[in-house]
């Protein structure tokens, strides 16, 4: 009997030391890149090609970060960046809770096969849309504005079903109560649904934030001028300007680049775990 | 104030009929019940007042002004929903104010209202909570305070009580009570509970599958009930409904007009030899399920406590608290049926035979 529950000790003091290895090893792996990139934007250019490579820079520089601002006109690009993100929430923000409120609440001819086509939108990849929509962009002649980057992204299937999925949890008789009290559809959706369906619509946002910001494959595709370029690609520029790749240059720009959702992320940690968990998004 | 009046009014759910061809009118200024059992269309009717179920077809007046195309936030009505549906995110106040707000009442006097409402309710202390951090009696209250502040021509309150425990369900149901004395506007309460509908009502308008089975002041409910239905679904335990041989009608009566002695008295319209089958002892009362001879059971209501079960005795019931109901189970009545004195002798020589 003694030897029985020694073994069920030591069974589950294994079953921890692994579990706790293998969250290390998850962490590490995960973290280990963006170490690097810090480390290495810091570090001179003779710093970051001597071997073995060296965990801590011998000798701390901004150096990288110097080059990044001279090499490139960095402003045009992250203004680019900006008005292209904050254009894309707003806009979905706009067309997608109004959607979605339709959706869950009223009946109207048509509404399956519409709900049907947004979930369509949803799956098809932007690699099969682009040749037509550049076609389209360049029609319009729009392909020297940020408008062929933010006008396709004005509606978001995801957003609108996540929103919609939300909508559908707020008890019928709350609205029905605000109906009585004489509140517009307007003002439902703002204060009544909005309100309710908050996290579901930070985790759009904040999607909607690094998709637009991370963006790289449809500005070089949708873009025919450098002043309509956001900063993904003036990134990439960084690297061809050289013989030699400057890999602390390359970083720093990189560093810029992941600041902002960065401080995003680690500003609303808390509710960005939150509302995943309660999405049951893993 | 207002009156109330259906004309033809039908309901459907797709292909469902749930109200079919109602007329009803509900008198201004009444504490109306709507009772009946679960799933006969009293929520259904209210939200038809409301203006949030619209009917199918028919007309609904509010003193006499058809309000088919007036939305429910402009007909002058205000809800208390079966659910409580006060919303979430708003504190009390804002909750009590959200209507006023949208109905552009001046601040000054959405101030004055709401200290007014607030403080009849019992929720002055609470204004600045989160209905979260409510109990369901105080939850009961901003709902409650929600609809009295927009001073509406009429109250619709869909089983406002049905969440409460039976202490503060009785304390709430005399407040209501009482502020319908202090407005004086038309009230429509929908109840499940008989007791309650007795209790609280002016006009009781009892329902079943979609249909008015009776409406009449409490009163009249319990004395002279319209059909089977009414006698049963008003009075615990229910009238006692009782085949009489082979005749073609129905005898009812009420459990606590029931005579039982040793020997049968000669005057009595209705007598038969029981046996006791339970016995339930209430206090005050007691309760005694009955066998009749004829395999056929009822109940009786009695102050008498001191007989016991496998007793055997007479039942009887003298005239005048009897009722006489057709094969189809509407009563008939002294006045106006010419088989009445005919249907009386034949339940008095029923015994004899
Ligand atoms: N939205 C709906 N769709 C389909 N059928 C419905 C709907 N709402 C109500 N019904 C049906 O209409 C009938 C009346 O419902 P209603 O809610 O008015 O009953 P009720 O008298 O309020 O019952 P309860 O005492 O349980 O609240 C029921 O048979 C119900 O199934
Ligand atoms: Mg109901």
């Known amino acids: 009997m003694h030897s029985k529950y020694t073994g069920f000790k030591l069974r589950r003091l294994a079953v921890s030391g692994i579990s706790f290895t293998f969250k290390l090893f998850m962490l590490v792996l995960f973290l280990f890149p963006f170490y690097w990139m810090i480390v290495t934007s810091f570090k001179t ?30 402003w045009n690009y992250l203004k680019n960046s900006v008005i292209v993100t904050v254009a894309v929430i707003v806009i979905q923000t706009l067309i997608g ?50 408008l062929p980057q933010i006008v396709p992204f004005g509606a978001s299937a995801y957003g609108i079903f996540l929103l919609r999925q939300a909508f559908m949890q707020v008890p019928t008789d709350i609205i029905e109560a605000a109906r009585l009290d004489n509140a517009g559809e ?50 990439e520029r960084l690297k061809d300007q050289d013989a030699g790749i400057n890999w602390p240059v390359i970083m720093a720009g990189n560093m810029i680049m992941v600041l902002p959702v960065l401080l995003i992320f680690l500003l609303m940690s808390n509710k960005i775990i939150s509302s995943m968990g309660y999405r049951g998004i893993k | 104030m207002a009156k109330i009046e259906f004309l033809d009014v039908h309901k459907s759910f797709g292909s469902a009929k749930v109200i079919e061809n109602l ?38 007046l509010l003193d006499g002004e058809d309000v088919s195309n007036i939305p429910p936030g402009k007909r002058g009505v205000a809800m208390v929903f079966q659910s409580y549906a006060i919303y979430p995110m708003m504190t009390v106040r804002q909750n009590i104010e959200f209507g006023l707000k949208n109905n552009r009442v001046p601040k000054a006097e959405r101030e004055r209202r709401i200290s007014e409402v607030s403080q009849v309710v019992g ?83 009892l329902m079943d599958q979609g249909k008015i089975m009776q409406q009449s ?3 009249t409910m319990y004395r002279d009930p319209n059909n089977i239905f009414a006698a049963q679904f008003i009075g615990t335990p229910p009238t006692n409904i009782v085949e009489i041989g082979s005749e073609n009608f129905k005898l009812g009566f009420r459990p606590e007009t029931i005579i039982l002695s040793a020997n049968a008295g000669p005057d009595r319209a209705f007598t038969r030899r029981v046996k006791i089958m339970t016995r339930e002892m209430l206090g005050a009362e007691t309760f005694y399920k009955l066998c009749l001879e004829d395999g056929q059971e009822a109940m009786a209501r009695l102050t008498n406590s ?48």
């Open chain 1, 45 to 74: 250019y003779g710093g970051s090609i001597v071997f073995p490579p060296t965990l801590l820079p011998h000798t701390f520089t901004l150096e990288a970060f110097e080059q990044v601002f001279t090499r490139l006109n960095l």
């Open chain 1, 97 to 146: 809770v109004p959607a979605a409120y339709a959706f869950s609440r009223y009946s109207f001819k048509g509404r399956g096969i519409m709900l049907a086509l947004v979930m369509a939108a949803f799956m098809v990849p932007t690699q099969i849309t682009f040749i037509t929509v550049y076609i389209m962009m360049s029609k319009l002649r729009w392909l020297n504005t940020l």
């Open chain 1, 186 to 235: 307007i003002k439902i959706m703002t204060r009544i649904m909005l309100p309710a369906a908050k996290s579901s619509l930070m985790t759009v946002t904040l999607f909607s934030f690094v998709g637009s910001w991370n963006s790289y494959f449809w500005p070089l595709v949708m873009s025919n001028a450098e002043k309509v370029r956001p900063l993904t690609l003036a990134i």
């Open chain 2, 23 to 60: 007329n009803l009118t509900l008198e201004d200024g009444k504490f109306n019940v709507l009772v009946g059992p679960s799933g006969c269309g009293k929520t259904t009717l209210l939200r038809m007042i409301a203006g949030i179920g619209p009917a199918t077809k028919g007309q609904i």
């Open chain 2, 123 to 205: 929720l002055a202390p609470y204004l600045g909570r989160k209905p979260s951090q409510l109990s369901g009696g105080q939850r009961q209250r901003v709902a409650l305070a929600r609809a009295m502040v927009k001073e509406p021509k009429v109250f619709l309150m869909d089983e406002p009580l049905s969440n409460l425990d039976a202490k503060l369900r009785g304390a709430m149901r005399s407040e209501l009570v009482q502020l319908h004395k202090q407005l004086k506007t038309t009230f429509v309460y929908v109840t499940h509970d008989q007791v309650e509908a007795m209790a609280m009502g002016d006009c009781i308008i």
């Open chain 2, 217 to 219: 002041d409490p009163e």
């Open chain 2, 306 to 353: 001191s007989l016991a079960e496998g007793d055997t005795l007479y039942l009887q019931v003298d005239e005048d608290n009897l009722y006489f109901f057709d094969a189809k189970g509407n009563r008939v009545r002294k006045t106006g049926s010419q088989h009445y004195d005919a249907m009386v002798e034949r339940v008095k020589r029923s015994h004899e035979s």
